[in-house]
């Protein structure tokens, strides 16, 4: 199937740990973003990359590490864990300015 | 930043019924893209919108990208069950300057129909 996935759905971890969230496209698109929804699923832009390049990067706690090796795979590394990282945490992609295809999202609960 | 003003927040239908939902903003979009998320599921893109004053249909569902650039509706005509979820509408604004490429959401419509 072409799609959005991203790995692991659901992830549970204590404060302080660091944890990291897959994303893969094989749509062929040239652009990824990381985007967080919080428990009002106020969906809210984190990072974006094209072509394996930082373009967006929004006020995001250093403690949030994207690294894109390639441009279908888009990773999201966390330090640190607190309580409020909670939240889905959804990856999607787009060709150039087009409209977002999301994936099935990341549901990070931090105990 | 742009703020997006989606309304109404929420809506609880017959079945059968049309729906209307809005958003508007403070500044210029380029795009208003319309997506429906699912419990549990991430966004599904329902239509885009690319010009000003420009109408696309996808099946029971309108939507129109306002004239003045700053407002898009989304009509849904003969809602049925599965047609429950959350509506969000989304602008960006026109390439060029620091807010190249960022997608701004509105803070959703919950859409529950009665059967």
């Known amino acids: 199937d072409t799609a959005v996935s991203q790995t692991p759905k659901y992830l549970v971890t204590q404060m302080g740990n660091d944890k990291s969230i897959k994303c893969e496209q094989n749509?062929?698109?040239?652009?990824m973003y990381w985007y967080k929804q919080d428990s009002k699923k106020f969906l809210k832009i984190m990072f974006s990359?094209?072509?394996?390049?930082?373009?967006i990067n929004e006020t995001v706690p250093n403690r949030f590490s994207p690294k894109s090796p390639d441009k279908a795979h888009l990773n999201l590394h966390i330090n640190s864990l607190e309580l409020g990282d909670s939240a889905v945490y959804f990856c999607?992609?787009?060709?150039?300015?087009?409209?977002?295809?999301f994936g099935p999202g990341t549901r990070l609960l931090v105990l | 930043g742009q703020q997006l003003n989606q309304s109404p927040q929420s809506m609880f239908i017959q079945e059968g019924e049309d729906v209307s939902m809005n958003c508007t903003s403070s500044?210029?979009?380029?795009?208003w893209l319309w997506y429906k998320q699912d419990p549990g599921e991430g966004p599904v893109l329902l239509i885009a919108l690319y010009k000003a004053g420009e109408l696309t249909s996808n099946g029971r569902l309108t939507a129109q990208f306002g004239i003045t650039r700053k407002d898009s509706f989304l009509n849904i005509s003969a809602s049925i069950p599965s047609d429950v979820g959350i509506y969000f509408c989304a602008g960006q604004p026109r390439a060029g300057g620091t807010s190249y490429g960022k997608l701004t959401f509105g803070q959703g419509t919950i859409l529950t129909v009665h059967p």
């Open positions: 749509l062929g698109h040239d652009t």
């Open positions: 999607a992609s787009s060709l150039g300015r087009t409209g977002r295809y």
């Open positions: 990359y094209n072509n394996k390049e930082l373009i």
């Open positions: 500044s210029i979009f380029n795009t």
